[in-house]
């Protein structure tokens, strides 16, 4: 049996999608969905979707083609189904045939045992898998035009549908944790033993998204190691909340009540996530509007309309389609609970002290008190990141999630951080070297009404807290006794776009090319885009300091991934390094 631990496009997943103020309606303040213009939405992307394809094929996209383009055939199906004066592809023949060529294709490229090689636009492949995101728009195809089909086609997708859904059923009894991709695999079984009359198929799935439901915690967050997995909520939500459509099983509603909230809850002004809590991916800005499983609670459409108070960009492309569509044929309506307005103080605590974000306008800041060792598997980053600094004005402009092999990421560092870093090609490095280095806590203790933090690295206690004032915010990091160690603190700062200012007036191009700075190079402080931080004595900038990216097999990342790293050594007399971070307008 294949592995599913496999990396996938957000596509459906995150839903991070564009904001335009060009669709704003006073009604969306109470009820959702805003139905009119997720089908203009839809109704605008199938052309394009349409032109998309190979009629010799059935393949969508440009190469190298994955099976990940064939997702086309959901908003395309959508559109064939919904009949509304407004939609002119209603049973539209050129649609059908589109969508009946692009299942064929997914036939024709399964192997035995139903599965696809995992290719992704980069050419790299990661395996045979049974693509739950694809296998999940296909079901939900062939549900909406089975009866419409052509025998041959039809008898084509059955064949398909049936062996890879055989698969996929003997995923529902495996043992161990619960994971996000066959709960996405039981949602889309539930549909085929609806589609093919087949009740143990239904009740495999539904046992299986009872443990899902089961292993949310209290809070409201999955974990697949240690922690929230923020970026993966919205797959074990959209495929708790298309199952509830399907199922009406209420063992689901509070756990999507309890994941709205969550979700709601960490959320910066911009209306992005949180990432220093997240085990799974670093920051992504961008607004993440959710998907259908947040439309079956009050809380749930109360977050919808929050994130899309302006609503989707209606372009007509094929994320927005995808996201309309299945807002359209699976979502709840109703009325929304609205969002506590954003204050200009309030802390949120997570868990039993876990994490803390604290507002104080126009600051906040976040503290991730998860703390473990880091671990073998690519997907499951270090939890080494542990304070995010946030400006209205400025956005995220410190911390931005974890990563591996980059100890100068962590807020703290136990020995020379050199000894550990990945080496450029290398497809299976060693995540957990043994190396004579701490880069993740083994213990955090949030002290809330301090804005501190409490750090144990082996036999050396240190602390970060956070002081938010009315024209700046003080970073103040400790480390009373080194025992003699190498200790260094570091500050992780988001790329910002242009030239960073040192205070002779110098300016430093940030592009591939390495920067290494003193505090006497450097002088007083430091300007990135209007971002300042005043640069301590003996403190080291470095750029650029890069992500291993999980998703790519050589770890290769984006210059935008990348960080200005300060770096704050302790010892000989050092036992406090503190920093003045400021907007310059």
Sequence with gaps: MATQNHPHSFNGIGNTLPITDAFVSADMEQTWPPRAQFLKCLVAAVPGLLASQNPETGRFGVEPWIVHDQHAIFPLTAAWSIKDKKNPWHCDPKVLEAVCKGGGALVDDQDAMGMWTFRKKDHSTWGQIHMPWTYSRWIQAYYLTRDAMPTSDREKWERGLLLGFTGIRKYMDMDGDIHNIPSHQAMALYIAGICFGNEEWKEAAKRYQARVVAKQTPSGFWSEHFGPVVGYNGAYIESLGIYYHFSKDPVVLNALRRAALFNASILWPDRSFVSCIDERNIYEHGTKVGNPGFSWTPEGRGYLLHQTRNLVNLDGGFGAADYAAGMLLWGGEGIGTPFTAQGEHGNTIIGDGDALIRRDKPWQYAFSGYACKPFWNRWIQDRQNLVDIYHDKLGLVIG????????????????????????????????????DLLWTPDKASIRTADGAMDLRYGDIGCSVAVHPRAHNLLLTYRAPDTHGKRVEAHV?????????????????????????????????????????????????????????????????????DAKLVIALPFGANVTEQVLTVSAQY
């Design 492 to 560: 992780p700062i988001l790329w910002r776009n242009g030239d960073l200012k040192l205070a002779s007036g110098t300016s430093v191009p940030m592009g591939e090319e390495p920067v290494s700075l003193t505090s006497e190079q450097t002088g007083a402080h430091i300007t990135w885009a209007g971002l300042r931080v005043t640069i301590p004595d003996r403190a080291k900038i470095l750029w650029p300091v890069w992500q291993h990216d999980p998703y790519r097999k050589d770890g290769r990342s984006s210059l935008h």
């Design 400 to 435: 931005g999630g974890n990563t591996k092999l980059q100890p100068y990421w962590s807020t703290f560092t136990v020995g020379d951080p050199t000894q550990l870093s990945h080496t450029d090609g290398d497809e299976t490095p060693n995540f957990v070297p043994d190396i």
